[in-house]
């Protein structure tokens, strides 16, 4: 029975643990990669993606907003929708116009590049593009793409691009769908004045004080849109609270395998040893005993289990959060939905303190049923068992 | 000094709807330091009387009288507790606790009264000592004979100082020297410490060693003589 408790809290401690690390490598990339903490619009520009819903005095509000407690970064950006083409393909993406060097502030995506570099070179028209999309365009370093997209008097107007970098996330949806250039050539190309920005994009030192951080520019900014990431990538919270509630049928089932487990044991233990609760009952062993007795040696039992299955479990998270689980046979099924192939599992204190209190619960309640049994046995007939 | 007296027992059980009299109206009576073999061929009830004069089963009428104390009519509580420091038992396949030591196996009872360490040590000892096996008194019941073992259930049975020892068969799994000579060490007892020992049994040999003996039959006791008669 030990060894029943001890694999099942260890599976259940490590399943835990790994969709934690799941959950939190994706929010992670959400934020430091794909969005930011925080970002700031021209109200107008979510609805509709309009390229004229623009912050004007874009220079100004990120001065401003670096100087906020709690900010690491700020980062203005263009934004806007339009089609890209090569020589064998087109597609439609977003292009982020960025400076480098400030774009690195707030989002990672220049640790991110598989060939080349994020913008570094000075050469004009250049852009950054994601791996998927590099293979549906059929281009590599140093191949041309077509950009057609509005300018500011609305005209549709066009550039050839070079590409200097391909990157590759483990969101291939966001590989696919989202290229860099420098913001200056964007300017250039559609006629946009150089304080002017779509978006202006900020990271905040830690994720939780992305709210607090909100709260202020709002109250500073009452005419811009401004959103956390929660706001800005809604599944993100749906995939916290989708995930909260997957654990807790996760650890309901486990719990469950583990009431059935026991019970079953003890139930064996008590058909195995009615002989014995017989003599005890016969010599004098009280009911309320011999309930205690069944119920103190289902708590040892499950209490050695769940505790070494605790600290396996507890040992080897802490081992592949420092070296990750590598699930590379999967990393196209990951990607597709956003999440990276190497998960590093996660494990917190507060989970260890609640799976060892399940266990130690489901412990209790199992044996409720095998004492009931164990104490519906008349000693006359207990002892004189073959 | 009559220590136990059986009025009038009667026990019916209800097998598949179909009552069966194990005891007919039993009256007997037991003094302090008796040696008694209850006899009788298979299913005369006399395991049925044993149970109901150790409390671990109830008449379905009459009265047992222990020193007194009218034991049918305690609550499953109190009957347990009555036992405890009243009633010794030893049973036919012996029921030791097998993760216990042979010492380990006596105290306990003495634990379940509560009793202080030092005291449960010594009784223990006297007792191993007693029935003869001081040089297995750490051993489990698994690395001792059926004799031994029978002998550790005797030493528990009398831990708790009781009124008197109800053994049910307890040679019945014994070869003929280990009956010998756990018979000797109970009539030992009884003569010297005069303690009243109860055996159910179809021994011959517990038969010879009994000075009284109670033949049952249908349910009914036909016959109860002193063994110097029975000679």
């Known amino acids: 029975m030990i060894a029943a408790v001890a694999l099942g809290v260890f599976a259940g401690v490590f399943m835990i643990a790994f969709m934690n690390g799941m959950v939190d490598a994706r929010l992670q990339a959400i934020i430091h990669t794909e969005i930011s903490s925080v970002q700031m619009h021209n109200p107008e520009f979510l609805a509709n993606s309009d390229f004229s819903s623009r912050i004007p005095d874009a220079d100004n509000v990120v001065q401003w907003v670096s100087k906020v407690d709690h900010i690491k970064g700020v980062s203005k950006r263009l934004v806007i929708t339009s089609m890209i083409a090569s020589a064998e393909a087109n597609t439609g993406v977003k292009i982020l116009g960025v400076i480098p060097d400030i774009e690195r502030t707030v989002t990672n995506i220049g640790d991110k590049m598989i060939e080349g570099t994020f913008l570094e070179s000075h050469r004009k028209n250049a852009i950054v593009i994601g791996k998927k999309l590099a293979e549906k365009l059929k281009v590599g370093l140093n191949k041309k793409v077509v950009i057609t997209l509005q300018d500011a008097q609305m005209n549709i107007t066009g550039g050839a691009f070079r590409v200097v970098g391909i990157f590759e996330t483990d969101n291939s949806m966001f590989d696919e769908m989202t290229v860099f250039t420098r913001y200056n050539d964007l300017c250039t190309l559609t006629g946009l004045k150089t304080t002017e920005a779509h978006e202006i994009a900020v990271l905040v030192d830690k994720d939780s004080n992305s709210g607090i951080v909100t709260d202020v520019l709002k109250f500073h900014y009452p005419g811009l849109d401004i959103q956390d990431w929660t706001q800005l990538s809604p599944e993100a919270g749906y995939l916290i609270s989708a995930m909260n509630q997957y654990l807790y049928i996760f650890v309901l089932v486990i719990m469950l395998a583990l009431c059935f487990g026991i019970i079953n044991t003890m139930l064996m233990a ?104 164990a104490l519906k046995l008349n000693p006359a007939d207990a002892t004189r068992t073959k | 000094m009559n220590i136990i007296e059986i009025k009038g027992i009667t026990k019916i059980y209800d097998i598949k709807t179909m009552p069966f009299q194990a005891l007919n109206g039993i009256d007997l009576s037991f003094q302090q330091g008796e040696f008694v073999a209850i006899v009788g061929p298979s299913g005369s009830g006399k395991t049925t009387l044993l149970n109901i004069i150790g409390g671990i089963d109830n008449p379905t009428d009459g009265t047992v009288i222990i020193d007194g104390v009218n034991i049918t009519g305690l609550s499953n509580w109190k009957k347990t507790d009555f036992r405890m420091h009243n009633i010794g038992f030893v049973f036919q396949s012996y029921n030791l606790i097998p993760v216990l030591t042979t010492k380990e196996n006596i105290e306990f009872i003495l634990q379940l ?63 003929s020297k280990s009956a010998e000579n756990l018979l000797d060490i109970m009539e030992k007892l009884n003569r010297e410490e005069n303690i009243t020992f109860i055996f159910s049994t179809h021994d011959a040999r517990v038969m010879k060693k009994a000075r009284r003996i109670i033949t049952i039959e249908d349910g009914k006791v036909i016959d109860d003589v002193l063994r110097e008669k029975v000679i």
Request: aromatic share 10%; charged share 20%.
């Open chain 1, 270 to 373: 008590v058909l195995e040893r009615v002989k014995e609760l017989g003599m005890l009952m016969t010599i004098g062993m009280s009911k309320v005993r011999i309930f205690l007795m069944l119920m103190l040696e289902t708590l040892y039992l499950s209490i050695t289990g769940g505790f070494i299955g605790i600290i396996c479990g507890y040992l080897l998270c802490r081992y592949l959060e420092r070296v990750g689980l590598n699930l590379y046979f999967w990393e196209e099924a990951y990607k597709s939905i956003g999440y990276s192939s190497m998960i590093y599992p996660k494990i917190e204190l507060n989970m260890i303190v609640y799976t060892a209190l399940m266990v130690v619960l489901t412990g209790i309640f199992s044996t409720l049923y095998p004492a009931y049994k």
């Open chain 2, 113 to 175: 009264q509560g009793r202080d360490k030092a005291d449960i040590e010594k009784r223990a000892l006297e007792l191993i000592e007693a029935v003869g096996l001081m040089n297995k008194t750490n051993s489990r019941p698994n690395k001792l004979s059926g004799g031994e073992q029978q002998r550790v259930a005797v030493a528990r049975a009398l831990a708790s100082k009781p009124k008197f020892i109800l053994a049910d068969e307890p040679t019945a799994n014994l070869d």
